[in-house]
């Protein structure tokens, strides 16, 4: 059974950090691409940034230079690295797994507000 189980979401003020986590089982982490989505209310979910399986990265314009993305094969973890956080950074940001087959977490919320 695949799982796919995001944590580290909150309330923060604009301008702090944040840590996602994602912990992944049931696949074999090291051959799938990792991502992050979000999804804000009354928008579509968005690709936030992505890491592949050669460790290299994408990210959505509105992410460069403040959110980092990393992954750690010998746990099955994913993180999402966010600094300097903006009240438009503000959705339910979900885990995903792609191969040939893609899965995603429940999901963790992300509150900006002062």
């Known amino acids: 059974q695949v799982q796919l189980v995001e944590s580290g979401g909150g309330l923060v003020q604009p301008g702090r950090s944040l840590r996602l986590s994602c912990a992944a089982s049931?696949?074999?982490?090291?051959?799938?691409?990792m991502g992050w989505y979000r999804q804000a209310p009354g928008k579509q979910r968005e690709l936030v940034a992505q890491?592949?399986?050669?460790?290299?990265?994408h990210y959505t314009d509105s992410v460069k230079g403040r959110f980092t993305i990393a992954r750690d094969n010998a746990k099955s973890m994913v993180y999402l690295e966010m600094n300097s956080l903006k009240p438009e950074d503000a959705a339910v940001y979900y885990c995903?797994?792609?191969?040939?087959?893609?899965?995603w977490g429940q999901g963790t919320q992300v509150t900006i507000s002062s």
């Open positions: 890491i592949f399986t050669d460790n290299l990265t």
């Open positions: 995903n797994a792609k191969r040939r087959t893609e899965y």
């Open positions: 049931g696949i074999e982490f090291s051959t799938f691409a």
